[in-house]
């Protein structure tokens, strides 16, 4: 793709995309009670910086920001394979994915 | 216009916490359609607000250029689907929609012409971890109480106003900065700032083969016969670097460290898991959500 083509959508633009994603998702992680949509939720936080970071790579021409979004991957499937571990030992325990059931683990 | 602009990015925030406060599951129905519709307000009072003329200075809205159109259409995909992803109170659904995210989102990586990214993300996030996460909500189904389509817990929300509220602080705070002109005016695609493909293969990809490469093929007697290689493609440009090219140029010279310790989480991930699935729990009981 040429250059110029893109040249009237600013970082602005996927700045908003991202930043829009991440706090979507961090909203769904704050409300939602289901232990995999909070895993989830991450994960489209994770989403939301990968846009910014390829944004980053392209206005800026430098491939770096391409670079981590593949260790932004690695992370991702390293959590969801802990997370979704954990999981499912917590549903083995008390059958039920509500997290507000954990909230003995609270200082109060 | 300026200060418009803040105004704006803070009255679209207060009208996208308050629509998605609405659509949070709340465990009975009736708000319904008030939600999602300022949720449409929002949405669209901010994308005209982008499209206003005027505020970049000398450069025009350019809504003719696809690059232009597709951005929309990805952005509000990708935008749509996360807001379903966390209303919706079947989490088969919130995943399947979660798919759309991350489809959406690899179209505005294209877009952004970085093909390498786009299909990898396809590939891990669409397929690999999505499938994880199916496997897991199938083995962590509850049998659902009678009269009720699905679990309280997913069909109600935990604090969905404070929530929104600052999720949605957090959004404008991110916004505010990331639409200051003064910060970003100077960020613009300069080709000058891009190492350039020739210098590149001259340092590190100098005996690169390009065309001249034999090929040998099975005859009927078994022997190995030296055939003319294919033709390159018309389009190749042994001067340029595809995108896949350079972003493992980088990685592997840039960042060697980096790319080690990725391999040493990932095996420490490994075997957590297999510690994690192989211990033994105490079965507690079921525990009823209230």
Redesign the interface.
């Known amino acids: ?1 040429p ?1 110029t ?13 991202g ?10 992680f ?5 232990l ?2 909070m ?3 991450t ?2 936080m994770f ?1 939301g910086v ?2 910014s970071l ?2 980053f ?8 920001g ?2 981590f ?3 932004v ?10 997370a ?6 917590l ?11 954990w909230s003995k683990l609270k200082d109060v | 216009m300026e200060q418009y602009l803040e105004a704006a990015l803070y009255i679209v925030s207060v009208l996208g916490a308050l629509a998605l406060s609405l659509m949070m599951p709340r465990g009975r129905s009736g708000v319904g359609k008030i939600g999602p519709l300022i949720g449409v307000a929002a949405l669209g009072g901010l994308w005209l607000f982008l499209c206003s003329s005027g505020l970049w200075g000398d450069r025009e809205t350019g809504l003719s250029t696809p690059a232009f159109i597709y951005y929309y259409v990805f952005s509000g995909i990708a935008i749509f689907s996360a807001v379903r992803v966390i209303t919706h109170t079947k989490p088969v659904y919130a995943a399947l929609w979660f798919v759309m995210v991350v489809l959406a989102s690899c179209g505005l990586f294209l877009v952004l012409s970085a093909q390498f990214m786009a299909f990898a993300v396809v590939i891990i996030y669409g397929g690999a971890i999505l499938v994880t996460y199916m496997f897991v909500i199938m083995l962590a189904t509850q049998s659902t109480p009678d009269g009720h389509s699905g679990q309280i817990y997913d069909r109600v929300a935990k604090d969905p106003v404070m929530a929104s509220a600052a999720g949605f602080l957090l959004l404008a705070v991110l916004l505010s900065v990331a639409f200051d002109y003064d910060q970003i005016k100077d960020i613009r695609m300069d080709a000058a700032k891009r190492q350039s493909d020739a210098a590149l293969i001259e340092s590190t990809l100098g005996n690169r083969p390009l065309a001249e490469q034999a090929v040998y093929k099975m005859n009927e007697a078994g022997e190995a016969v030296k055939v003319d290689a294919p033709e390159p493609p018309a389009n190749l440009d042994p001067t340029r670097l595809a995108n896949a090219e350079r972003v493992g140029l980088d990685l592997f010279m840039s960042h060697p460290l980096g790319l080690e310790l990725a391999g040493v989480i990932l095996l420490i991930s490994l075997i957590g898991a297999i510690v994690i699935a192989k211990k033994k729990v105490p079965d507690e009981g079921a525990v009823i959500s209230r």
Not at chain 1, 5 to 17: G, K, P, R, Y
Not at chain 1, 84 to 89: A, E, P, Q, R, S
Request: net charge neutral; with cysteine; hydrophobic share 60%.
């Open positions: 793709m250059l083509e893109i040249d009237s959508l600013t970082l602005s633009h996927f700045l908003l995309t930043a829009v994603l991440f706090c979507l998702g961090l909203i769904g704050i409300s939602r009670r289901n995999i949509i895993f989830l939720c994960e489209m989403q990968a846009i390829i944004a790579s392209r206005f800026h021409m430098n491939d770096t391409q670079t979004v593949i260790f991957l690695t992370i991702a499937a390293a959590e969801a394979a802990l979704l571990g954990l999981v499912v030992l549903f083995r325990r008390k059958h039920t994915l509500d997290a507000l059931v």
